[in-house]
T-cell receptor, first 113, second 113 residues
């Protein structure tokens, strides 16, 4: 039972344009959502998070949007840079279910110069 | 320097042998996690611990065991009962369970031959 789903395994974007990475979830008890960036053979690094009481959180070039009714969140990167090329994972947790982080399958972003 | 350390980075074992992966953190975090990454499958939760001397099974705990005798340490043993042990293993820690980001180590690549 995949509670967090990233249905696009890969995404290719031109440098300077917007990258939009999507994530869907099924567990209505999730109350905290995160995005991580990962390079091969390294641990993921935290990018940005959002609580379920908000619908948007912004940090520099990164913005996360949460649509609770649709159980959908997205990460926008504007403008995209070649250094953004990596695998992006979304994750979710529910405080009243132990707070464990559940991850999606990841989306590999390629930003072309 | 505060952080989370996994050792070794690469580990080779013969089939049928148990092997223990080390994870140490000096962030004073209460919660610790073990994930496994396989190609195209994202990060799957093996075990997690919210507090010393307590831990819970994740989604794929079969063939693994853990201990949490000290706050800073959460070793993972891959037993001979694990049918497909070759994978990239990631340890993480967070301040508490839920509504907080987790910080990851650099991972251990285990190869069983």
């Amino acid at each position: 039972d995949q509670q967090v789903k990233q249905n696009s395994p890969s995404l290719s974007v031109q440098e300077g344009r917007i990258s939009i990475l999507n994530c869907d979830y099924t567990n209505s008890m999730f109350d905290y959502f995160l995005w991580y960036k990962k390079y091969p053979a390294e641990g993921p690094t935290f990018l940005i998070s959002i609580s379920s009481i908000k619908d948007k959180n912004e940090d520099g070039r990164f913005t996360v949007f949460l649509n609770k009714s649709a159980k959908h969140l997205s990460l926008h990167i504007v403008p995209s840079q070649p250094g953004d090329s990596a695998v992006y994972f979304c994750a979710a947790s529910a405080r009243n279910q132990g707070g464990k982080l559940i991850f999606g399958q990841g989306t590999e972003l390629s930003v072309k110069p | 320097d505060g952080g989370i350390t996994q050792s070794p980075k690469y580990l080779f074992r013969k089939e049928g042998q148990n092997v223990t992966l080390s994870c140490e953190q000096n962030l004073n975090h209460d919660a610790m996690y073990w994930y496994r990454q396989d190609p195209g499958q994202g990060l799957r939760l093996i075990y997690y611990s919210q507090i010393v001397n307590d831990f819970q099974k994740g989604d794929i705990a079969e063939g693994y065991s853990v201990s949490r005798e000290k706050k800073e340490s959460f070793p993972l043993t891959v037993t001979s009962a694990q049918k497909n042990p070759t994978a990239f293993y990631l340890c993480a820690s967070s301040e508490g369970a839920g509504n907080t980001e987790a910080f990851f180590g650099q991972g251990t690549r285990l190869t069983v031959v």
